[in-house]
T-cell receptor, first 114, second 117 residues
Framework: AQSVAQPEDQVNVAEGNPLTVKCTYS??????LFWYVQYPNRGLQFLLK??????LVKGSYGFEAEFNKSQTSFHLKKPSALVSDSALYFC????????????FGAGTQVVVTP | DGGITQSPKYLFRKEGQNVTLSCEQN?????MYWYRQDPGQGLRLIYY???????QKGDIAEGYSVSREKKESFPLTVTSAQKNPTAFYLC????????????????FGSGTRLTVV
């Protein structure tokens, strides 16, 4: 079985400050990991993914994520948050040895204040 | 441009009516998915399909039905048996994701907001 946890329902950060959204996972094999962002009344947009290789993955809109196998984590980060980063963020996982249905976390609401 | 189109964007249903939500993709993806999202909540899988003429129930299939007669299309019917259908519905697609293949994740449509009146 595979699962993903986003321990924070909401993250509040001031504009210009670093932003971190946490994600931990549990899988029986090697993971593929994803981050998506959702703006109000819109579908999910792909931000970045980890498949293999470098543990630090860079994605869209200045976001990056670090894969940590020992801590089974894949936290999303941005060095300097913008008000426009306010949205709902989802982490997702699947394993390399199973058919590709993704398991999504519950989502973390990010609120960036001016 | 390739992508997924969901229609309509807003849909209103009377009590006891069936309604069908459309999802069409021109990405040549084999797999398609339907999710339900309630306000401030995560995604719950309703149905998914790996190939044409085949589909499987997800976590909350009761009160819903689907068909997959064409690779490009995966319509969702919300039946009168679904007691609380008011929600945001998302369709997604992906390339074959068989074991050992690289995973390219999902492409999502822009969603349909269904309201019971």
């Amino acid at each position: 079985a595979q699962s993903v946890a986003q321990p924070e329902d909401q993250v509040n950060v001031a504009e210009g400050n670093p932003l971190t959204v946490k994600c931990t996972y549990s899988v029986s094999g090697n993971p593929y990991l994803f981050w998506y962002v959702q703006y109000p009344n819109r579908g999910l947009q792909f931000l970045l993914k980890y498949i293999t290789g470098d543990n630090l993955v860079k994605g869209s809109y200045g976001f990056e994520a670090e894969f940590n196998k020992s801590q089974t984590s894949f936290h999303l980060k941005k060095p300097s948050a913008l008000v426009s980063d306010s949205a709902l963020y989802f982490c997702a996982v699947r394993t390399t040895d199973s058919w590709g249905k993704l398991q999504f976390g519950a989502g973390t609401q990010v609120v960036v204040t001016p | 441009d390739g992508g997924i189109t969901q229609s309509p964007k807003y849909l209103f249903r009377k009590e006891g009516q069936n309604v069908t939500l459309s999802c069409e993709q021109n990405l040549n993806h084999d797999a398609m998915y339907w999710y339900r999202q309630d306000p401030g909540q995560g995604l719950r899988l309703i149905y998914y399909s790996q190939i044409v003429n085949d589909f499987q129930k997800g976590d909350i299939a009761e009160g819903y039905s689907v068909s997959r007669e064409k690779k490009e299309s995966f319509p969702l019917t919300v039946t009168s048996a679904q007691k609380n259908p008011t929600a945001f519905y998302l369709c997604a697609s992906s390339i074959d994701n068989y074991p050992g293949q690289p995973n390219y994740g999902y492409t999502f449509g822009s969603g349909t907001r269904l309201t019971v009146v």
